[in-house]
């Protein structure tokens, strides 16, 4: 019998069957590109060691996240080399993402034996500062590009034994010490990030991580598993530079929060707390899930009980989740793939961004088979296990935490009032001017270029464009002059909404062109696009525009936005067969303010 | 299943040639596909499925698919 493609698949649905995906890297990847991902990007891999290994689950990894890499592999062992001389391949390739694949086979400047602090240092340095160098050279001709560099594994060999971890002449100590300045580098850089092949290799055992044979036999610093495993965690990377994470975690709760059912069990009697070890797995999981939702992750819960057990359940008195945690609690007895729609519906999210996690595989199985776009990990029935899995899958990787992100929850909790305080008015006018809104809309400022970032890479539905772009190729747009670029946030009587519009449009003489203009749909019929329409008009008109142009690009998603040039008072010019259409406004000399509920500073 | 059996399922999977038909003459040279990724690919798999560690020594050596069908009986032999 021929497996469907979607058996095949399964490997890759996390948990990852790395094992399989070893034996049929050939057929997966052939199905993966099949489903055609639409966004591309340019990867350079800089090698220390083979690469091909990384290369080609990395693409898996990918094209499973609907992502299609171009990539150029550095000569073997070259990666410092190929960077920092002459290179016309590497030049026009231009990357996007360059990712130097390095371990601590790659180490040099070993100290020595009878080595004491000063000579440990300047080792240490001495490592740091070649490849520092390659950092540099690459963001001085790849502006634009963001650079993924290994932290080092621990050696595989201990000759001084305990001593290497405690001395200054150990290379476990030297490791350390070099991992240390890796993330400061990281930390104060914002187009280099760490991949934690140091966590990696310990997650994986010395056994799974290193095997002499391949790094004798074929150069490989790490086993075909390992480089793999590599490949997913960067792909989770890469993911994340693109928007590709999940935003919003649903819950069952029946065995899943806590162990037995509260509908028939009763609160009392429910395993959670510290009283037994089944109870504490529970307790942990769910503080586990506390802190998801403290880093910006939406909870939902999603579970087939009456709404009052549902809430008694959430109000157990040893429980660190609370009713108030979730944005949206759907505890009723319609099946569960629907509840699971009315949820992303209710939050404006796509199925996309949703995570399921239920004990019961059954459930499982039917959201899988309904709605695809949702991951379901098979998470297992031991709540033990719950968090490796639901953490190993990468589903929630984050490359930084913006202030939003610590605060989103709380965004969805404003809406609540806003929208009973909407039903209290007569006109939808008198509403908006009730909530007071104020709103700061201005170029780009590098305290914002996290956020700007994100939202670009995250917004599908409020967007005309789609374009995507790293934190680098943002930095570039800020500072070049040809680019008017701005952001916008709004605060209102009920809170702060935060950064939640973006606009960015490239002048060539006295015409701009919009490349992107995309908006949170949180704050969606606020005259938020007009308030934009209205500083962009001001700011091109001061610099010489006369006319705008502006492009939308369907996708499954924007249909909202369709009609948004019209709206603000451009004209049709051409519409292709594909539906994307291309708008132009003549910037009048006396132009006509479009908002009228926002106080605006600039 | 013989090893022989065994090893061209695993050739099936890595070189994605659901019809392939291997001997004990078949190697890098005459099947198609088989390249320096997919050889890394092929040792490691047939290391999984019959548990065994190839030493160094003995895969550089390797001609042809019947040498890889005698290391592995010897390995897993062996092993008692």
């Known amino acids: ?602 | 299943m013989t090893t022989l059996e065994r090893i061209q399922a695993i050739l099936r999977d890595v070189l994605n040639e659901p019809g392939l038909e291997i001997t004990r003459d078949s190697s890098a040279q005459t099947v198609r596909g088989w390249d320096s990724l997919a050889h890394v690919d092929i040792l490691w798999n047939v290391e999984q499925e019959f548990k065994v560690r190839f030493p160094l020594g003995e895969i550089q050596n390797l001609k042809n698919v019947g040498e890889l069908v005698d290391l592995v009986d010897r390995k897993v032999a062996a092993k008692g």
């Open chain 1, 1 to 602: 019998m021929l497996a469907t493609t979607s058996e095949i698949l399964r490997c890759l649905e996390p948990p990852v069957d790395i094992t399989t995906m070893l034996r049929k890297r050939r057929v997966l990847k052939e199905l993966l590109s099949e489903q055609n991902p639409q966004l591309t990007c340019r990867v350079a891999i800089l090698g220390g060691s083979t690469t091909a290994e990384v290369r080609s689950a990395l693409e898996i990894f990918l094209l499973r996240r609907s992502i299609r890499p171009e990539f150029y592999e550095s000569e073997y062992g070259r990666f410092s080399e190929d960077v920092l001389f002459e290179n016309p391949e590497l030049d026009k390739f231009e990357p996007q993402i360059a990712y130097i694949h390095t371990t601590s086979r790659n180490l040099r400047a070993f100290p020595s034996l009878g080595a004491g602090a000063d000579e440990a240092a300047a080792a240490t340095s001495e490592e740091l500062s070649r490849f520092r160098a390659v950092w540099e050279k690459l963001h001085e001709k790849f502006p634009r590009c963001t650079v993924i560099q290994n932290n080092f594994d621990l050696p595989a060999l201990r000759p001084l034994g305990n001593l290497e971890a405690g001395s200054h002449a150990g290379r476990v100590m030297f490791v350390n010490r070099l991992n240390f300045e890796f993330a400061r580098a990281a930390a104060g850089n914002p187009s280099l990030y760490i991949q934690d092949i140091q966590s990696l290799s310990a997650e994986l055992g010395a056994e799974k991580w290193f095997d002499p044979t391949y790094w004798f036999g074929y150069k490989l610093a790490a086993t075909p598993y390992a480089c793999a495993a590599i490949g997913l965690n960067l792909a989770n990377m890469i993911g994340a530079l693109y928007g590709r994470t999940r935003k919003c975690l649903v819950l069952d709760l029946d065995n899943t929060l806590w162990g037995g059912v509260v509908g028939d069990d009763g609160v009392a009697n429910l395993k959670l707390g510290r009283e037994t070890a089944a109870a504490e797995s529970y307790l942990a999981f769910q503080q586990y899930v506390k802190d998801l939702k403290q880093r910006g992750i939406l909870l939902a819960v999603c579970s087939k009980n009456e709404e009052s057990s549902a809430l008694e359940g959430l109000n157990h008195p040893d429980g660190v989740l609370r009713p108030e945690d979730f944005s949206v609690i759907r505890a009723n007895w319609e099946p569960k793939h629907e509840n699971i729609a009315a949820i992303a519906k209710a939050l404006n999210i796509g199925l996309d961004s949703l995570v399921f996690v239920d004990d019961n595989p059954v459930e499982r199985d039917i959201v899988r088979r309904n709605l695809p776009q949702v991951l379901v990990p098979e998470i297992g029935s031991d709540p033990a296990q719950f968090t490796t899995i639901l953490e190993r899958s990468g589903c929630f990787e984050v490359l930084s935490i913006s202030s939003d992100d610590l605060q989103r929850a709380r965004y969805y909790q404003d809406n609540k009032a806003r929208e009973d305080l909407e039903a209290a008015f007569g006109s939808y006018d008198e509403f908006l001017d009730s909530l007071q809104m104020e709103a700061e809309i201005r170029p780009f400022s590098p305290v914002y270029l996290d956020r700007i970032t994100q939202l670009t890479n995250k917004t599908n539905q409020f967007n005309c464009t789609t374009r995507r772009y790293t934190q680098a190729e943002i930095e570039q747009i800020a500072i070049e002059p040809r680019y008017i670029h701005l952001y916008g946030r709004l605060k209102d009587r009920f809170g702060d909404n935060g950064l939640i519009s973006v606009v960015v449009g490239e002048i060539e003489g006295d015409t701009l062109r919009i490349l992107l203009w995309l908006m949170s749909c949180r704050v969606l019929k606020r005259g938020m696009e007009e308030a934009m329409m209205d500083t962009l008009e001001r700011q091109a008109r001061n610099r010489g525009v006369r006319l705008v142009i502006g492009e939308y690009f369907p996708t499954a998603k924007n249909a909202m936005v369709a009609q948004l040039y019209g709206q603000l008072g451009f004209g049709k010019v051409s519409e292709d067969s594909a539906g994307n259409t291309v708008w132009q406004y003549r910037i009048p000399a006396e132009p006509t303010p479009r908002n009228r509920a926002i106080r605006i500073s600039e």
